[in-house]
T-cell receptor, first 114, second 115 residues
Framework: AQSVTQLDSHVSVSEGTPVLLRCNYS??????LFWYVQHPNKGLQLLLK??????LVKGINGFEAEFKKSETSFHLTKPSAHMSDAAEYFC????????????FGTGTRLQVTL | KAGVTQTPRYLIKTRGQQVTLSCSPI?????VSWYQQTPGQGLQFLFE???????NKGNFPGRFSGRQFSNSRSEMNVSTLELGDSALYLC??????????????FGEGSRLTVL
């Protein structure tokens, strides 16, 4: 079984300040983890993925995430928020096995203010 | 390279009707998966197809079905529509057989409203 918990449904930051979106996961297998972003009325776009290589993963648009097995966390960060980062972010987990499916978190809406 | 194309983008149906949604994956992608997105339930996996075969299925009733054609295009069908089926239906394609190990490319979705 696998699950993912996004700890904040809504995060608000000022432009130019750091972004932290939190994600905890649970998986019976060595997980693969992803962060996706969804802008209004758009599909999802992959930001970054962790698949058991380096624990610090760099993605697009300046985002990165660190896989911490001891804390079962995969938090998404960005040093400096931009207005265009305002969107909904989804943490996604999948375990091993041929029947494994993607499990999406409930999403975190990021608001960026001037 | 064209992205994932979903049609129609918006549609309105009444309870009891059926609906068919279409998804054209990125050229060369052979895996197509479908997701339902609602404010209450979030994103939920419906099913995944690869080489015209359903490889994986989520926990949805039998009213939800799908298929994939030899050109990798996919359709999903919902019969006997209920109010709760109102949602954004997202299609995603990927190169590999198992969408869970690769990058998914999403379409913009088909927004279904059931009255």
């Amino acid at each position: 079984a696998q699950s993912v918990t996004q700890l904040d449904s809504h995060v608000s930051v000022s432009e130019g300040t750091p972004v932290l979106l939190r994600c905890n996961y649970s998986s019976s297998y060595s997980p693969s983890l992803f962060w996706y972003v969804q802008h209004p009325n758009k599909g999802l776009q992959l930001l970054l993925k962790y698949t058991s290589a380096a624990t610090l993963v760099k993605g697009i648009n300046g985002f990165e995430a660190e896989f911490k097995k001891s804390e079962t966390s995969f938090h998404l960060t960005k040093p400096s928020a931009h207005m265009s980062d305002a969107a909904e972010y989804f943490c996604v987990v999948t375990g091993g096995g041929t029947a494994s499916k993607l499990t999406f978190g409930t999403g975190t809406r990021l608001q960026v203010t001037l | 390279k064209a992205g994932v194309t979903q049609t129609p983008r918006y549609l309105i149906k009444t309870r009891g009707q059926q609906v068919t949604l279409s998804c054209s994956p990125i050229s060369g992608h052979r895996s197509v998966s479908w997701y339902q997105q609602t404010p209450g339930q979030g994103l939920q996996f419906l099913f995944e197809y690869f080489s015209e075969t359903q490889r994986n299925k989520g926990n949805f009733p039998g009213r939800f079905s799908g298929r994939q054609f030899s050109n990798s295009r996919s359709e999903m069908n919902v019969s006997t529509l209920e109010l709760g089926d109102s949602a954004l239906y997202l299609c995603a394609s990927s190169l590999g057989f198992r969408a869970n190990t690769g990058e998914l490319f999403f379409g913009e979705g088909s927004r279904l409203t059931v009255l």
